[in-house]
């Protein structure tokens, strides 16, 4: 697969994503609806509620998720490591150069976001460039930037987005339906249907595979080796990435704020051993395994 | 016949729509080799810019290293004179090889070691010599990517038509050309 194609097949993808995203959402809407009698109004508030999150997400699921996992601008001073490695591979890539952000997090990690290239930013956490050399930095920056000209961000982002509104909608229906339940236990209108059953029922047949399809769309194996491999080219020195993912993998404790919604966008899982994320997740492990990583930059 | 004028008129517009696209083809890789181009002279300027700042530095700590300064200074000022491409290639392998001298010199001041205005300039031109490289990297994979087409059949037919010519690449160190095969 050349960049091109994986430009062109990462923009479809996110055309998909939200024409799935939408008729889904509404359509469950539309049941929730049909359950309290009044359809049509409850599928226009699907319509309206997916279509600004889709709208929103593109534009915006930047903002969010740096908001998300609390992130702030680097400072030239403070991080200089950082962002002049962020400088000179945004030099060899010939794009402009990236927003850089820091998170407070001990565990390091780094990870891209942002819809397309005039739009990049790239977030590491204190942890990363604590432990980092340049040639180190260079080389996770090189991949986040990659990931960045090849559109996976915009997938990957956009999915983090939905997949979070989704989360938020479920719990919220749940929630509302759970004390509907305990008030309207003698309305006829259930018609003595158990409102719990008909929850769980929309959340096997909507919920569940829209949100295990979304996450598929944005995990890609063969995306992670790409990337590694335009890093190496970039920096031309794939050592620097293979060390530091070594580093990355060797370090015992995962991220304190990392969330299902957002975990396949890391540079490495931020999930580690013992702690455990969404079951959802874990069915598609988000990343390759990263001893296999190493070994394929290690042989470049 | 009609239908054999048809087709040659149908030849005709198809050889005009490839020539337009190659010719427009060509102007795209020739002005981003230029914007390239511009982008090695502004690390290379930064570089020059930060180099009497530390020859004043040091001088106040190593007085008698009359030579390694001339060097510096005599590689500096043939790096802001320099025109073309080998020239400031060569202008900016010379500047490396004397700044290698000074910071060896420098080894044997501690007090200068500690100055952190030296530090700090050592770690500039460190930081502007990595984006020297990488901005030539650019640029050199944008004339590989300009002289392939300007080389290859049938672009090289329309290449000399307008007379495109292939571009210089602009030469790195000896212990730059390190060979990298990328596989996954």
């Known amino acids: 697969m050349t960049i091109y194609s994986q430009i062109s097949s990462n923009k479809q993808k996110t055309f998909l994503i939200f024409a799935l995203f939408i008729t889904l959402f509404t359509g469950f809407f539309y049941l929730i609806g049909l359950y309290y009698g009044d359809g049509n109004s409850y599928l226009t508030l699907g319509i309206i509620i997916s279509l600004i999150t889709s709208v929103g997400s593109y534009y915006f699921s930047d903002s969010l998720v740096l908001f998300s996992v609390g992130a702030v601008p680097a400072e030239k001073e403070k991080h200089f490591n950082f962002y002049t490695a962020g400088e000179n591979m945004s030099i060899a890539a010939g794009i402009p150069m990236p927003k850089l952000y820091v998170v407070n997090d001990e565990s390091p990690n780094a990870f891209a976001t942002g819809r397309n290239p005039q739009h990049a930013v790239v977030c590491a956490t204190t942890g990363l460039l604590e432990i980092m050399d340049r040639a180190e930095l260079e080389g996770v920056i090189a991949h986040e930037l990659s990931h960045i000209k090849n559109y996976d961000m915009l997938v990957m982002t956009v999915v983090s987005v939905l997949v979070g509104t989704i989360s938020l909608v479920a719990d919220w229906i749940m929630r509302s339906m759970w004390w509907g339940r305990l008030d309207d236990r003698d309305d006829d209108r259930n018609g003595g249907r158990s409102p719990f059953l008909f929850i769980l029922l929309i959340v096997a047949l909507v919920i569940a595979p829209l949100t295990a399809t979304l996450i598929q769309l944005a995990i890609s194996r063969k995306r992670e080796y790409l990337a590694d491999a335009d890093a190496a080219l970039l920096t031309r020195r794939p050592i620097g990435l293979a060390s530091a993912l070594e580093k990355i993998s060797a370090f015992p404790r995962g991220m304190k704020r990392a969330t299902t919604a957002t975990a396949h966008l890391f540079i490495s899982n931020p999930f580690k051993k013992g702690r455990k994320g969404d079951w959802l997740v874990n069915l598609f492990s988000t990343h390759p395994p990263i001893e296999e990583r190493i070994r394929v930059l290690r042989e470049m | ?184």
């Open chain 2, 1 to 184: 016949m009609i239908s054999t004028g048809f087709i040659l008129i149908g030849l005709a517009v198809l050889l005009v729509f490839y020539l337009i696209g190659s010719y427009n083809g060509f102007v795209i890789l020739r002005n981003r080799i230029q914007e390239a181009l511009s982008g090695i002279d502004v690390q290379l300027k930064r570089r020059a810019d930060l180099i009497p700042n530390l020859v004043e530095t040091v001088k106040g700590y190593a007085k008698h290293e009359k030579e390694v300064f001339e060097n510096v200074t005599k590689a500096r000022s043939s790096l802001m004179k320099a025109d073309t491409l080998t020239e400031k290639a060569d202008a900016n392998n010379q500047l490396s090889g004397a700044l290698k001298s000074l910071f060896a010199v420098a080894e044997a001041y501690p007090e200068l070691k500690a100055n952190t205005n030296f530090e700090d300039l050592q770690r500039q031109l460190e930081d502007t010599e990595d984006k020297v490289a990488y901005s030539r990297q650019f640029y050199n994979s944008n004339v590989l990517e300009f002289n392939s087409k300007v080389q290859l059949f049938p672009g090289n037919i329309v290449a000399n038509m307008f007379g495109f010519k292939i571009a210089e690449f602009f030469a790195a160190t000896e212990e730059e050309r390190k060979k990298i095969d990328v596989k996954f």
